[in-house]
């Protein structure tokens, strides 16, 4: 399958050739991995073979495809252009990101709330999308319907799935929520932001 008919089935139609022209352009190897709870993409580097990968999650909608597939390609930008000892996420990385980005930010590529949320997150981009919740429920709202739903949306007390494990929530913590994991008894910090899968039982731990 060439690479154009890989980004068609996953990225909106009017960024295809732009994705295509990156990929050939900076040499990657490039993967579509299988859903990740702790990552939406990456990027990696092999010394010894010199070889520059990036992966993105294959069950992500057109518009968070295309954004985490940006931010990793700013990540291998920003390793060609000032080398290893940089911080990840410092401001290389985001001068890259702004400028491997900038040609898509328009109405053509994203819808308008979309872009909206990214004009707002350029202003100084975080680590992911995941930790800018604006962009992260906007982007979440172009999602194929599912069973599952955000921690935040979860009551206090309510037990609730994640990564196949029950847990119930005890406490919100700004971003993050207080979690009991009941078969362990041990408790977690766990993003509001999180999907979880409700089990609709209140405990009293």
């Known amino acids: 399958m060439t690479a154009e008919k890989v980004f068609e089935k996953f990225v909106p139609l009017n960024s295809v050739s732009y994705c295509v022209k990156l990929y050939e352009k900076l040499g990657f190897e490039f993967k579509i991995k299988k859903a990740r709870q702790t990552k939406l993409g990456d990027y990696r580097y092999n010394p010894k073979s010199e070889r520059h990968t990036i992966t993105v999650n294959n069950d992500l909608n057109p518009f968070a495809f295309l954004v985490t597939y940006l931010h990793e390609v700013a990540h291998l930008m920003a390793f060609k252009q000032y080398g290893r000892r940089i911080q990840p996420h410092g401001k290389e990385w985001k001068n890259c990101f702004k400028q491997v980005a900038s040609p898509m930010l328009n109405a053509d590529v994203f819808h308008p709330n979309v872009l909206n949320a990214l004009n707002q997150y350029f202003k100084n981009p975080r680590a992911s ?72 039982i209140e405990e009293n731990p």
């Open 129 to 200: 999308s995941c930790s800018d919740p604006v962009l992260y429920q906007i982007l979440k709202q172009f999602d194929e319907p599912n069973d599952k739903i955000l921690l935040k949306d979860v009551q206090v007390g309510v037990s609730f799935l994640f990564n196949n494990k029950a847990f119930v929530k005890l406490e919100k913590k700004r971003t993050r929520a207080v979690c009991l994991e009941i078969e362990t008894k041990k408790k977690y910090m766990i993003s509001e932001v999180a999907e979880v899968k409700t089990m609709g």
